[in-house]
């Protein structure tokens, strides 16, 4: 599994960088929520009705969501599953899926929404079976896919190369 202590380091400096180079105030700059209780995680079952994934259940551990983890796009935590901006987040999942911009992978059950943008229509997914035979991907859809990622910590790894490019491009 994953050193969370690391990457939330890692993701701190680069989240400072977006911070120190945005002078027109463009995003929201927030931290990290505190640790989740076991038992929130085995509640998001029961919104989702399939497991949750190892990897994402790990982090949840370590912190119950990121708000503004990119710009404006949140990833969630155990309090937004069943929120109105859940709720949001699937219906752009469900017309991502009847658009044909993404298509669930062989044996998944549902694309789950466990992120979304507050303004614009980025919303991260994950395909989740009924039964987890190996992790779960995330993809990163605004009109389109933006990215795929094969596992939740690689996506996260890739959420601070982006927030590093983000105060590259603002400085």
């Known amino acids: 599994m994953s050193d969370w202590s690391a990457l939330f380091a890692e993701m701190e400096t680069a989240k400072r960088r977006v911070m120190a180079s945005d002078r027109e105030e463009l995003w929201r700059h927030e931290s990290r929520k ?14 989702t009705r399939c497991p949750v994934d190892p990897e994402y259940a790990e982090f949840l551990l370590h912190a119950d969501g990121w708000p503004a983890v990119l710009q404006d796009i949140d990833l969630f935590g155990t309090a937004d599953f069943g929120s109105a901006a859940y709720a949001q987040a699937q219906e752009l999942v469900r017309v991502a899926e009847e658009e044909g ?3 669930r992978e062989s044996g998944s059950a549902r694309l789950i929404p466990m992120g979304a943008s507050r303004t614009d229509i980025d919303i991260l997914v994950m395909p989740w079976a009924t039964e987890l035979v190996r992790p779960a ?10 990215e795929r990622y094969r ?21």
């Not at 505190?34 to 919104?47: F, G, L, N, Q």
């Not at 991907?137 to 933006?146: D, F, H, T, Y």
Request: proline share 8%; no cysteine.
């Open 34 to 47: 505190p640790p989740a209780a076991p038992e929130r995680i085995a509640e998001i079952t029961a919104v």
């Open 137 to 146: 991907p995330v993809i990163w859809l605004a009109g389109g896919e933006i």
């Open 101 to 103: 911009i993404v298509e």
């Open 151 to 171: 596992t939740f910590s690689e996506f996260f790894r890739g959420m601070i190369a982006e927030n590093h490019a983000e105060a590259d491009s603002l400085a």
